[in-house]
């Protein structure tokens, strides 16, 4: 997955322009040490893999990205940081094993900036933008199934389920239903195909964003398990941070911004709240402190100059000496869809 400054606001708005978000704020929450060795799982366009070089010159980092495109782009700054920066393409889900796999665990620090990135946004034969028509396509790592092959191949209620709870779209059913009618006669092949599909059945609110929106964001996260992944980095950060190291998670929805806020109350020793039904329990053993008290948002500032900011937030905590413990099970739930219920047995 890449990151660094863009949303759903680059697929309806004009050319999009690549800002990093909350940039001064991770890396001060990072607290950057002489030496130390960091990974940036969203790589992009190298945003915050500059930055965090140029602030810190004795640090180094290995930075990923699921793209190809992005890997190939940062080639010149890897040659300009003479041997500090690697890049290598995978999933941030697994940073654990290519920290492993490039000898820089223990890591001092991991950053993530969730999301998908302004060149891709900008590039209309990646399919994630109804602002240009090109092929459905939505795929960051450029291979699997594709937004196309999901919407003219699902089932009607995956659809639902997929528009409801990725995209919260309350007229989720209505879209499942249209496109399953529209596909019937043809597939749906193209970004403007779907787009005015959605834009037939989802009402446009009066100076609101397209109503496609929330629609193209569902099959985003759908199509790059965005969720799962982001589970999975969060654990696996985890996993390869030293004591002492510093998580720091940048998240642009509501969606992200949950899992990482309950993963990180989870680790912080905080016990569950009791009631009348369930006694309070004990409480885990912390993984991690709190380095900030609640999400940190951007500046008025920030704001003004990059609209995309205003829905960013910042989360992060530091690695305490206390063992990793095994993945939470309310998150891996969180991230997938929900599991039809078998039917009640009548009494």
Known sequence: MTGHGSRET????GPARHVPVLLTEALDALALKPGGRYLDGTFGAGGYAR???????EATLLALDRDPTAVAGGADLVAAMDGRLTISQARFGELAEEAERFEMAPLDGVVLDIGVSSMQIDEAERGFSFRFDGPLDMRMGRHGQSAADLVNEADEGVLADIFYHYGEERR????ARAVIEARRKAPLSTTKQ???????????????????TRVFQALRIAVNDELGELVQALHAAERVLKPGGRLAVVTFHSLEDRIVKQFLTARSGRAPAGSRHAPVTAA????FKLVTKGPVAPSEAEMRENPRARSAKLRAAERTESPARPPEPDLVALAGLPQPQ???RRS
Do not use: C, D
């Open 10 to 13: 680059g697929t309806i708005g």
């Open 51 to 57: 930055a965090l070089l140029e602030r810190e010159p």
């Open 172 to 175: 989720s059913r209505a879209v």
């Open 194 to 212: 779907l787009a005015e599909l959605v834009a037939s059945v989802v009402w446009a609110e009066p100076g609101g964003a397209h109503p496609a």
């Open 284 to 287: 885990p053993v912390a993984t």
């Open 342 to 344: 078998p039917p009640r």
